[in-house]
């Protein structure tokens, strides 16, 4: 389908940077674009055994002749970006919309600083929220102003559409989860703008109606960084008994754990208009599975995990992801999207 949207539906760190980077090798899309709040996101990534834990270029630089777009909707911070780039080596191929928004020092100061912010929510000090005030308070910079951008300035909304108009192939790599949604998410412990599909797509300047597939992605454990309200969560024991121990990419922090909750899921799926799920981490079950690339080598437990969503949400689980590894993966979209269609 010529565009995939890929968002979270628990509360970020699903494991949408894996399982975007699986898709970029497999599906050889012409643009990733990000969209999303901006450097506050961590996606990890492996390439050639080195591990990446990307705040602002897409997970599907690994695909090598794919342009990487960030969407205006996104903010951006020079230090970040400009390191990533160079990190990954991605000089000729990466995109950054004039109008995207600058975060500056003052706002990570301010974000730091903050008692509201940096504790009360437990935010990830990366100035995102500062910044996205000054947007709204029309006083930001934009990234058309920063010359350090200049070689990468791009109309982000202009490529993407007339790649779609060729009947190209776009992704779009959104960040964070649903229940960070600053509308739809636990509100005020959420993150600083809506994370849904639709906001996705508006971030990188393209009408709803372009979008073919919203590619879902649970965690089989969720997990929560930061403060905020976690129905079904673990113990920091029982998380380390059960080996499913995480710590956030950007911040270091442990992430809480949890077991999934079937009315945020139904929610999100409505709210994202869901046409496919992936799930991830299903190797935390049995840690022994991991890798399994079959379907058919899953435990019964797995399965009927699997089974469960499907009959609860209403929607193909087309991606089982069994492991960290960017071929760690159970690809089921042909088979899913026939029966769909049958
Ligand atoms: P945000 O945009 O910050 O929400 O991040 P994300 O959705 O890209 O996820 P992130 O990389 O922060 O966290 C997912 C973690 O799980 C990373 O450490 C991944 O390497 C790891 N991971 C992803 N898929 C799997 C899987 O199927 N099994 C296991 N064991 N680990 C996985
Ligand atoms: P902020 O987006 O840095 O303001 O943080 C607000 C809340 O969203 C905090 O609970 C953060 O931990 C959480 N958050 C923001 N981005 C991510 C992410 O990419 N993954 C997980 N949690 C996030
Ligand atoms: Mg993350």
Redesign the pocket.
Known sequence: MPCTVVV?GNF?????????AYLANKDKPNIIARG?VGP???????LDGK?Y?LRQLP?GFVYQNARLLIGPGVLIDPNVVLDEISLTKTEGRVGIDYNCAIIEDKHIKEDQASEHLKNKIGSTGTGCGPANVDRINRTVKLAKEIPELEPYHTDVPLEVNLALGDEKYVFIE????FGLSLYHGTYPYCTSKDVSASSAAADVGIGPTKVDEVIL?F?SFP?RVGEGPFKNALTAEESKERGIE?F???TGRPRRSGLPDWDMMKRAVMINGATQIGI?????FD?SY?GTKNFDDLTNQMKSFVKEVEDKLTVPVTLI????DTD??IDLRDEKIAEKRE
Not at 40 to 46: D, F, I, L, M, P
């Open positions: 979270g970020g760190d699903e494991g949408k940077g894996k399982v975007i999303g506050n996101a961590g996606h990890t990534v492996y591990k834990g997970c959104n960040s964070q989860g992605i965690k997990t995480e956030g990419t950007v991830t981490c299903i190797d935390y840690r991991a992801s069994t492991g960290p760690h993966i």
